[in-house]
Each structure stands twice: as C-alpha cells, then as structure tokens.
C-alpha cells in the first residue's frame, strides 16, 4: 500500500432498494480492496472507508456515479494501513441509529425539519455576535466528549445515540428551546437527525455544524472554539488537528491527562474508556480479570 487514507461520508436521500445498493457497494469494495464500514438503510448511506489512496480514490468516482450521492460531502483523513479489521457493508433501519426510524422524514433535498446548516465561519460569527448565549450541543457520546468538545458545550449523559430520544421527549434540554443551539458530532449525520429531533420538541433557533467537527478542524485546528483530540471509530481512536491540541482527558484508572482511549478491561471487548497507556499496560501486564 502506497499512501493510506480515509472516507467518511453520508447521504440522507429516499432509497427505493437499499439491498441493491448495499451489493453494488460490496462489490466495489471488495473489488479495490477497501475495509470499512458502510451502513444503508431506505433514507441513506452512512460509510466510512479505508485503503490505498488510488483505490479510495476510485471508490469515491464510483459512488458518484449514482445520481443520489452525485454531491456527497467527502471528507478525507490520513489513515495507517490498518484502520479496520474488515469490510462490512449492511442494511439497517437507520444509517445513524437513534432508535425512531418512523420520527426521521426524509425527501430529495434531505432531512426534513432540521436546524439550519452553518459553516464553520458561520458558527464562529454566530458565537461573535451572539456570544455565551449560544449553546454548543454534542451530539456524540459522553465518552467522546470526555477527550475533545466545542468550549463551553452541553454534553448529554449518554452512552449511545439511542439515549438522546428519552432525554428530548422527557424535557431535560427544554430550558435551551429559546437561546440558539448549535448541534455538532464528528461529520455531521448525527447531528442531521438530532437537529430535527430538538425542532420537533419545539426549538425555536436550531442550527448544525455543516461539515461536523472534522470540516470545523480543518478550517480553524486549535486555535478557534474546539478543544482537545476528536474520537474516531477506526483503529486509530482519535486525531488531532494541530501538534498544540489541548488534553482534555483524564485517566479512568489513575487521573493523568490523557486522550488516550482503548477497550478495558477486555483488550478484546466492546467496553471503552479514557486510560493512559501505562495503566493499559499494567492492566495487559496482569492478564484478564
């Protein structure tokens, strides 16, 4: 492999067959030899893909071809060689799963009913003008939030994305439905749903991050309203968009400023934490609990 990178995209757009889609996009997978993982469903595809820059590049020509991800947003990130373990390409009910396929309206142009799209400018001029009174959501996981965050941002106690739903509908943000919001997540599909979701409840001046935080880190790294590493779901666990990122995070185990994350106290499980790599290592030193 020559020069490693990764995709990572998403469509909300009506699929009237996403088995098909689902084939057509194994198939060229498979074909250039990339791994990674790409979820479809009747209202879009969410992927995120890895492989040799060539090939990436191929893959990315291909998935143009069909009309509906003509105008897909790429956003490009370098990668190690060994970013995912495995292709896996499959059809779910949600390409971002809140929980509430039936609460999501999807047409041509989109998400119906979502907050309106900023660009990273966009924010930091809504921030200018309007100042603390802007609220920064995260529309992430706590964990994520635990290691890079906007300054200042309302961070839900959730583990999953299924969370925020019982959250919302139990009022606990309603005291923010009169000051403007502003959603992020890490490329922007989350915050496409969760935007709609906060209107639904009644927000009055909903906005989302265009681009989410990897468009916004491109444009300003550290040196504007972000803070610390961002969480990544490959192998490589997080980023930075500069080499003066902040280290927002802290040890599970012993409290040292960390970004650290990795699964424990299972190498091999599905349980991740914030841990600093001399207790990962004690903990892989004294063998499985």
Known sequence: MSTPKIVLFYVFVPLADPE?????????CESLGLRGRIIISADGINATVGGDLVQVKRYVRITRTYAPFADVDV???MGTGADFPRLSVKVRPEIVSFGAPGRLRVDAD???GGGKRLSPAAVNELVRQRGDDVVFFDGRNK???????FSGAVVPDVATTRDFIPLIDAGEFDHLKDRPVVTYCTGGVRCEVLSALLRERGFNDVYQLDGGIVRYGEEYGDDSLWEGSLYVFDERMSVDFSDHAKILGTCSQCGTPTKNISNYPDPAGRELVVICPDCLDAASAAGPR
């Open 20 to 28: 098909a889609i689902r084939l057509w996009q194994l198939s060229v």
């Open 110 to 112: 989109g998400v119906v």
């Open 75 to 77: 956003k490009w990130s």
């Open 143 to 149: 964990l994520e939030a635990q290691i890079g965050k």
